[in-house]
């Protein structure tokens, strides 16, 4: 297993783990999501490439309203 | 009789004849929003980008009541009190952008933030963050405040655009202090008239749009002014005119103010026999 933050909360999966592997195991829209491994961002076409070690911080982030410093809504 | 042509606005390789800019925040609902988007006929509005959810996503998404072949996505970065945050935002931004093909990847709405109270802008961190921005390819529209020496500074620097506060974030208090956006505008369009000069925040009701056309300013952002307003919809649309008219009587040319009265109607003529009393 292996252990990693994503969007701050504490996961394990079972390994070896890539970016790609994780957004599908989230079940997230791959075109619709970005993502950062410890600040540093993973552009999607290195998702599938890109193994993710333990205690790594996986951000997951997409789109959402907002206009200066809006709300979101939905 | 047509209305005259007005020439488009050009924001690096962007090109738009709306000069409305609207956000997608603090709408009641999602359905709302794409019909006041609508109503005020932007072709840009501005998102922001946060985690996503881990648990309990519901499947509605921003994405799905934005029309992403009709507008340009601004992808901003609220909520950053950092210049290293503001990049990091930025560059998912673009990345969430170039993922879904909207020509919007190339550009971001920078926002540094003070202090929470506020919203007001950190000047130090906004420089900073324009000019790794600028390095990095970014079309970079940098909110600011109505501070024309750090406005010239950034254009310096290659902001694409200059975004002066009227007021405070989503304070509805309009333009405080017209006098600093006309240095601005005057600093920053003297010897270059296409320079893009956009007031983003601040705004309260229509007339606070048109009085910053008036001004000379190239295009207005605003949000909770629709979304939070009694009829958002109904507002979308007063902002779409208040927007026309105020960029129409700043392109008329107003008349200069005048201390005494000047008639309209000739003096000549009067049948009256009376002189004035005083």
Known sequence: ?74 | MVEPKDKPLVIGKFRFQNRLFTGTGKYSSLELMRDCMEASACEVTTVAVRRERLVDRSGRSLLDFLDLNKLTILPNTAGCFSAEDAIRHARLGRELLSNLGNPGADWVKLECLGDPRTLLPDPLDTLRATENLVNEGFTVLVYCSDDPVLARRLKKLGAASVMPAGSPIGSGQGILNPNNLRIILEDLKGDDPEYPVIVDAGVGAASDVSVAMELGCDGVLLNTAIASAEDPLRMAYAMRHALAAGRLSYLAGRIPKKLYAQASSPMEGRIAGQAPKL
Not at chain 1, 14 to 43: F, H, T, W, Y
């Open chain 1, 1 to 74: 297993m292996i252990e990693v933050w994503i969007n701050g909360e504490p996961r394990s999966f079972p390994g070896p783990l890539s970016v790609g592997r994780l957004i599908e195991e989230l079940g997230m829209p791959a075109n619709r999501v970005a993502v950062e491994v410890d600040l540093l961002l993973v552009p999607r076409s290195e998702h599938a490439g890109r193994m993710i070690a333990g205690g790594e911080k996986v951000e997951i982030v997409t789109l959402v309203g907002g206009g200066s410093e809006g709300g979101t809504c939905g």
